[in-house]
């Protein structure tokens, strides 16, 4: 079972949801940075569970324990090693599961993988607890993004039916996204959030769930990151994304509206500035050509499915009997995984772009 990812910047990642702890080893940082602790228990209480009806009411600390990596402060240039410890457990709600698995969840895959040694408890190492691994990662490597000038956002772009304001893909800055990066509940239209909440409590009244999007972007990147081909932005920020539990598509820029335009409305026609940089009118290429980076804003859109835990009554079958079954799922969940996600899905970004300037020499 492989875990880990990247080139120059590596992150593995470790544990289980109602093991010991869960967390992460992340190698190849640079030395000698100061590295704000305060700023890297921010990002995780956006993840944390049970700070809010939107999210399930399991309730843990996540506060990050530095193994490694990191000496009165600064970054050492050794692997980085963090845990995070489990305190709220409840496993006996998954006594049934490893007979009759979760429509839509990893519980009948991951079986026949494992021939039945996976460990059903929480989801296991399939769960979203292990993504605080990668929120504490990604705080870390936000940090140093910093350093270099580059600031990394996002917005729920959507839950359910309800829309929130997209960013100007030309006109994205870094104050609006070290903003909405600080937010728990982040949006470009603050009046959506009330009728995004709505949305989530009639699916939990309902016993059900919902899904929804995030958009994310990065502004500041050097022109000329990334490779044609195999090593682009493209397929390095959307192999680490797609590694967030619950992410069902990933689209750059315009993404599928290419799919109806000429080529006269999509190409990004380009001109000179007047401190001689080369800028576009327009940004759907969402700051990347030919897998490079080409210094317009880089723009992410990720769709996230509805929680499949969900209380309704569903169809299922039972691996013990052979049979047909029916499952009601007990324990806690999130009715909507949304809002805790954009944090996650941020880090995976900082995590990719640290890479991406680590292979081109650039930290």
Known sequence: ????????????????????????????????????MDAVLNQMARRAPGKDKTATARKESDTPEIISGIVDGVTTGAPLAIIIKNSDIRSHNYDNLKDNPRPSHSDFAAAMKYCGNNDIRGGGHFSGRLTAGIVAAGAICRQILKEEGITVGGHISAIGNVTDTPFDPVNVNAGTLENLSSALFALNNPKNEEPMRNEIEQARCEGDSVGGSVELAAVGLPVGLGDPMFEGVENVVAN?????PAVKAVAFGAGFGYASMKGSQANDQMYYTEEGEVRCYTNNCGGITGGITNGMPLLVSVAVKPTPSISKEQKTVNLKTGENSTLQIEGRHDPCIVPRALPVLEAALCIALLDLLAKGDRV
């Open 240 to 244: 680490i994304l797609y590694g967030v």
């Open 1 to 36: 079972m492989k875990s880990s990812i990247g080139s120059k910047v590596r992150l593995s990642v470790f544990g289980e949801s109602h093991g010991t702890a869960i967390g992460c080893l992340l190698e190849g940082l640079p030395s000698g940075v100061k590295i704000d």
